[in-house]
């Protein structure tokens, strides 16, 4: 099995900083991918970024330039930094790690609130 951890939200106000993290442990051949998703209230999952093994990152463009997204391999982690976050940057952020010979494992979801 393969477990999904996240962890480092909370609340903070508009033009703070945050940075999630996410860990995977288990039986874990090779990850791929790594990305992280986010899920506003009453709204549908969206894709925050992406990082794959080979370092191509991706970016949703109402992040581009305020979020930035890494892995470390050694620790089957990944971390997003969020900088200048905005109200709209409010949501439940959840963590994605494709794993070959596996598929796709999520994390539990952690929640991220901005506001004054």
């Known amino acids: 099995q393969v477990q999904v951890v996240e962890s480092g939200g909370g609340l903070v106000q508009p033009g703070g900083s945050l940075r999630l993290s996410c860990a995977a442990s288990?039986?874990?051949?090779?990850?791929?991918?790594m990305g992280w998703y986010r899920q506003a209230p009453e709204k549908q999952l969206e894709l925050v970024a992406t990082?794959?093994?080979?370092?191509?990152?991706d970016y949703a463009d109402s992040v581009k330039d305020r979020f930035t997204i890494s892995r470390e391999n050694a620790k089957n982690t990944v971390y997003l930094q969020m900088n200048s976050l905005k109200p709209e940057d409010t949501a439940v952020y959840y963590c994605?790690?494709?794993?070959?010979?596996?598929?796709?494992?999520w994390g539990q979801g952690t929640l991220v609130t901005v506001s004054s």
């Open positions: 990082i794959t093994s080979g370092g191509r990152i």
């Open positions: 994605k790690i494709s794993i070959a010979r596996r598929g796709d494992a």
């Open positions: 288990g039986s874990i051949f090779r990850i791929n991918h």
